[in-house]
């Protein structure tokens, strides 16, 4: 079975660093982007970034550049994101997916991580 | 501009048929992919690309496109798809796009 799991509920405070973690099995990790999606309390997804595990390339949403850094483990199939001074607005549940395209340009998000959610709070 | 525009909320009668929208430039070059989040879960995809449904997902989901606006088509709507539903896709540089969310309420 293809799935993700991610590691469970955090709670943290304000400039504490955080990582959570998304293991993959059931299919070639190495062959596979895997994304972040975020998901403020009530809001929508909004795409964080990508990496590709096979030679670590990563990119960003340019909302999220430089606040959050993606990495992956091969060995473990797991990714990580990773925050080094948490906010507030961090407060959200984290969804890694694994993202699969064709030829013709289109491309989707399947499966999804059950979520994380990180809670910032002083 | 690189944003995938929703209705926020729509409403279908049991049995009926819905039309969820989703506008943006970029679905002028790329499909769309649609997904289903129930309260509480995870979400799911339900169409990818033209119009294809992934295994499991039941054939009352339909995607079509046209211009820049691509529709996700629920017949005889069933009160388990109650849901929010997001638009997906890319834009020119590569960067992926989510819709704001449509909330669907089977009445």
């Known amino acids: 079975e293809v799935q993700l799991v991610q590691s469970g509920v955090e709670v943290k405070k304000p400039g504490e660093s955080l990582k959570i973690s998304c293991k993959a099995s059931?299919?070639?990790?190495?062959?596979?982007?895997i994304a972040w999606v975020r998901q403020m309390p009530g809001r929508g997804l909004e795409w964080m970034g990508i990496?590709?595990?096979?030679?670590?390339?990563?990119r960003y949403s340019p909302s999220f550049q430089g606040q959050v850094t993606i990495s992956a483990d091969k060995s473990t199939k797991t990714v990580y994101l990773l925050w080094s001074s948490l906010k507030a607005s961090d407060t959200a549940t984290y969804y890694c997916?694994?993202?699969?395209?064709?030829?013709?340009?289109?491309?989707?998000?399947?499966?999804w991580g059950q979520g994380t959610l990180v809670t910032v709070s002083s | 501009s690189s944003e995938l525009t929703q209705d926020p909320a729509v409403s279908v009668a049991l049995g009926q048929t819905v039309r969820i929208t989703c506008q943006g430039d970029?679905?002028?070059?790329?499909?769309a992919s649609w997904y289903q989040q129930k309260a509480g879960q995870a979400p799911v995809v339900v169409v990818n690309?033209?119009?294809n449904r992934p295994s499991g997902i039941p054939d009352r989901f339909s995607g079509s496109s046209s211009g820049n606006t691509a529709s996700l088509t629920i017949t005889v709507a069933q009160a388990e798809d109650e849901a929010d539903y997001y638009c997906?896709?890319?834009?020119?540089?590569?960067?992926?796009?989510f819709g704001g969310g449509t909330k669907l309420t089977v009445l």
């Open positions: 997916a694994r993202h699969l395209s064709n030829v013709v340009g289109t491309n989707w998000f399947d499966p």
């Open positions: 059931g299919f070639s990790f190495a062959n596979y982007y």
């Open positions: 990496i590709y595990p096979g030679d670590a390339e990563t």
């Open positions: 970029s679905l002028r070059s790329y499909y």
């Open positions: 690309g033209k119009n």
């Open positions: 997906n896709s890319r834009d020119s540089s590569g960067n992926q796009l």
